[in-house]
């Protein structure tokens, strides 16, 4: 099948089995990232000591603040592509892809840049204590030094699923994964590179997974492909770009806002120890966030294209269908806190002490799971169809109006247990909200308001 018989097929095959086309290849990659980032922690946790953990915890809010600056580009062109190609607009999705690497490179560079050159106040700020900086800063120097590759693989992945090559983006990641726990192995393991060499690791398989990426993007037969007089940046495609990845970009920079003020809370109600615990307890959580995220991107592709092309009976049933899925993971996910708590927190330290922190924050943290499936597929849902401002509200009510003053009150009246508690506690509110959003948008869309 040619590439534009695949990216026609979007408004043609059956939804159910297009979600699972596009989706399943996103999730087993996201899968397969989390747990390198699981195996990626466990080996500095058990080989360089809880120190080291803690350090690496205290990095959390720069690959948010990184993904946000990335899926501001990525996800934002992504969506433009797919509703360009739901329109056989063919030449504007081709430049959309040369904007997108001129975007990146600028962006990527402007990043490491201003984040090398003020690393150790950032990190002070981001809640690292004089143990716990050295190890934060080991780390962040290599993976800053290699952002640049790292926004344009992010980018690239995205491209391909919206270009029709779901499975050649799950192969980028597989491979990428893969690289990286050979030379974690083999740096960290093997040559006792300690966090260095875990950082080392994921630069070097981003960098080659990253060249397969380009060389993809350069074949003439593709349906879009790299060539010249496309990369001069235009005013109108970057505004469409920006309109639409303003939401991931503004969801990641609060969560990167939130981690900060995390990090710091915990930092001053229980200390190192507290701060490790809690990205301990983010890694396990993530794991299935990343699953939801696989959803989330199979489902863009399919809702950008049948939105463009007027198709919205398929739009609202792979909607319904990603809604179905992502409530699934999120229950499994719930009842593995439920039951392993303490488990989970093994695979990451040796000290008993950090191992009840994290199996008590595990537990809380998780308590309403159930619902974040919901909440997020229904905030991609808004972003897919370019109502950029609800996806905004959206994604900024739960970690700003809600989270950021819970994590604020309810540690002066509970201490430590309150500081957990305020995030399921806004999980709830958070699901709520989008529960009546939606509803209301659904109203409106039936009644030909929307």
Excluded at 170 to 176: D, E, G, N, S, V
């Amino acid at each position: 099948m040619d590439s534009k018989a695949k990216a026609l097929e979007l408004g043609q095959k059956p939804v159910g089995a297009l979600l699972w086309q596009y989706a399943l290849p996103a999730i087993v990659a996201m899968t397969a990232s989390s747990l390198y980032n699981i195996i990626d922690r466990a080996s500095i946790g058990q080989l360089v000591g809880a120190d080291a953990i803690n350090g690496l915890s205290v990095t959390f809010p720069f690959m948010n603040l990184s993904a946000a600056f990335g899926a501001a580009v990525g996800v934002g062109a992504s969506t433009c592509i797919s509703v360009k190609l739901g329109q056989r607009d063919y030449d504007t999705a081709e430049h959309l892809l040369g904007n997108t690497i001129t975007l990146n490179l600028i962006v990527g560079f402007l990043f490491m840049t201003v984040c090398l050159l003020f690393l150790d106040p950032i990190l002070r700020f981001f809640g690292a204590s004089d143990v716990t900086l050295p190890y934060a800063r080991e780390f962040m120097e290599i993976i800053l030094a290699g952002n640049i590759v790292t926004h344009m693989y992010f980018g690239m992945n995205a491209l391909l699923r919206a270009c029709g090559k779901p499975r050649h983006a799950m192969y980028a990641t597989l491979f990428t994964v893969m690289m990286n726990i050979l030379l974690v192995i083999a740096f960290v393991w093997v040559l006792r590179w300690g966090i260095r060499g875990a950082a080392l690791a994921t630069i070097t398989s981003q960098t080659l997974a990253l060249c397969w990426q380009l060389w993809i993007f350069s074949d003439p037969k593709e349906l879009i492909h790299l060539k010249r007089g496309i990369y001069g940046l235009k005013t109108d495609l970057v505004k469409n770009i920006i309109a639409i990845g303003i939401s991931p970009f503004l969801m990641n920079a609060t969560s990167c806002i939130i981690v900060i003020f995390m990090n710091r809370q915990f930092l001053s109600y229980g200390g190192d120890m507290a701060v490790g615990a809690y990205g301990i307890a983010n890694t396990f959580g993530m794991f299935f966030f990343m699953i939801i995220m696989g959803i989330n991107q199979g489902m863009q592709p399919i809702v950008g294209y049948n939105y463009g092309a007027k198709h919205f009976d398929r739009m609202l049933r792979c909607l319904n269908l990603a809604i179905l899925s992502a409530t699934a993971i999120m229950v499994l996910g719930w009842l593995m806190a439920i039951l392993f708590p303490s488990e989970m927190a093994r695979i990451f330290t040796k000290d008993a002490v950090q191992i009840s922190l994290a199996a008590d924050g595990i537990l809380i943290n998780m308590l309403l799971f159930p619902l974040i499936g919901f909440q997020a597929v229904t905030t991609n849902f808004f972003q897919c169809i370019g109502r950029v401002k609800i996806s905004i509200f959206l994604s900024l009510s739960r970690q700003l109006t809600i989270l950021l003053p819970l994590i604020i009150l309810f540690p002066m009246i509970w201490g430590l247990n309150g500081l957990w508690a305020a995030l399921p506690t806004s999980d709830g509110l958070a699901a709520m909200m989008a529960a009546f959003v939606l509803w209301k948008y659904m109203r409106d869309f039936k009644v030909g308001k929307v």
